[in-house]
């Protein structure tokens, strides 16, 4: 994959006026690729696509979890207590069904990935709450930013997911991890301009070519027709129609 860097100097050589004009930052541009980049791959999870893939995902190896009553995150009371992430979670990003979520990982007691956890709403939780049954699954859910899980007593989950927001130090790179993995000073200080950039290669060129038809007609007012498929993965109309 490409660095946020290579795409920004990418994005100033589509045209001469984007290369020479200083008003024009990088970070101004490494904006609006974030921004395309989000909106195509958005269309594409939509679709059921790029759920497998090892390029859009970012892992969080370690979320430490506290335990809470469970009035905390909706207005059910009972005496039932579950768990809940210590640290709030960047916005993950959400489809038309549900997070963008690959995975949520118990950890076990030698630090390695455990039992996969089951998606659920906290509607529907507490609606098995409500029955007469025995609960055995491992549940968890999205709600204000937190992430919780059924169980009381799990300290600690793995993550993976599509965020939408920069996941900062304390949460990529946690102290005192109890999956015991180490983090490299190189890791924890790099630049985020020099990390690779989660875009599969196919989308690249849109993203490209939309940045630099935003910024021309931004900053510019210059008005440009894409040369490659459009934002619905389409070809846009070359002529206009009469």
């Not at 909106?39 to 594409?44: A, D, G, H, Q, S």
């Not at 076990?108 to 455990?114: K, T």
């Not at 906290?122 to 699954?137: A, M, Q, T």
């Not at 301009?193 to 007012?221: H, I």
Request: charged share 25%; hydrophobic share 35%.
């Amino acid at each position: 994959m490409a660095t946020l860097r290579k795409l920004v100097s990418d994005v100033r050589s589509v045209h001469k006026i984007l290369s020479t004009d200083s008003l024009i930052t990088d970070r101004a541009i490494a904006s609006e690729i974030r921004n395309n980049a989000l909106l195509l791959i958005k269309r594409e999870t939509n679709l059921r696509k790029l759920w497998a893939t090892d390029t859009l995902f970012t892992t969080i190896p370690c979320l430490e979890m506290m335990e809470v009553p469970i009035s905390e995150c909706c207005n059910y009371v009972d005496e039932c207590t579950i768990a809940r992430t210590k640290l709030k979670l960047p916005r993950i990003s959400e489809g038309n069904y549900q997070y963008v979520i690959q995975g949520v990982y118990s950890i076990n007691a030698l630090g390695g990935q455990g039992k996969k956890l089951k998606e659920i709403s906290v509607n529907r939780y507490i609606n098995l709450l409500k029955l007469p049954i025995i609960k055995n699954e491992a549940y968890f859910w999205i709600t204000n930013g937190y992430l919780y899980v059924n169980n009381p007593l799990l300290q600690a989950v793995r993550l993976v997911a599509f965020f939408e927001e920069d996941v900062t130090n304390d949460i990529l790179y946690p102290e005192d991890c109890d999956c015991g993995k180490q983090f490299t000073l190189e890791e924890i200080c790099i630049n985020p301009l020099d990390k690779e950039f989660a875009l599969p290669g196919y989308l690249e060129q849109q993203v490209l070519q939309l940045t630099s038809q935003k910024l021309l007609t931004t900053y510019f007012n210059i008005k440009t027709d894409m040369s490659q498929e459009g934002i619905d993965g389409q070809a846009p109309n070359s002529k206009p129609t009469n």
